[in-house]
């Protein structure tokens, strides 16, 4: 214990950065496990798909869902999605929804605010598009 202690007072920037990091590590999977959206891989995102007929929220931008989306996928840019404007996906608040980007990371703050719209069923899409695409899994472009 007393080396933990003079390498502390030794160093107090790389101390406060390890106890900085513990912290962020903690919180990070705190709210991931108290969080109502679970994040799906592409296999889980086809199974939901086919068994549980869950539908695909796209939040990329019109531009980048015109290119190339998922077959059925919606488009509801993150923009939409934080001014309320959800009148595309409104009837689908008790079905399961996998909400998706380019890479998994806005998709995430976009299923967690449709969580707190009282969606029931959120999931979130990880990897996004990159990933989907990755894989090789169908797109289609409109």
């Not at 513990?22 to 799906?40: E, P, Q, R």
């Not at 798909?49 to 939040?59: G, L, Q, R, T």
């Not at 399961?96 to 969606?119: H, Y």
Request: aromatic share 8%.
């Amino acid at each position: 214990m007393q080396e933990y202690i003079e390498f502390a007072s030794n160093n107090p920037a790389l101390s406060l950065a390890w106890v900085a990091i513990a912290g962020f590590l903690i919180y990070s999977f705190g709210t991931s496990a108290m969080s109502k959206v679970k994040s799906v891989n592409n296999h889980e995102a086809t199974t939901l798909m086919n068994k549980e007929n869950a539908i695909i929220v796209d939040v990329r931008t019109a531009e980048h869902y015109r290119k190339s989306h998922i077959l059925n996928a919606i488009n509801v840019p993150t923009a939409d999605i934080e001014a309320n404007k959800l009148t595309m996906i409104e009837k689908y608040k008790n079905t399961p929804i996998i909400v998706m980007c380019d890479t998994g990371m806005n998709s995430g703050r976009a299923a967690n605010r449709l969580a707190k719209m009282n969606f029931t069923t959120v999931y979130n899409l990880s990897g996004g598009m990159a990933s989907w695409q990755e894989a090789n899994l169908p797109t289609v472009k409109k």
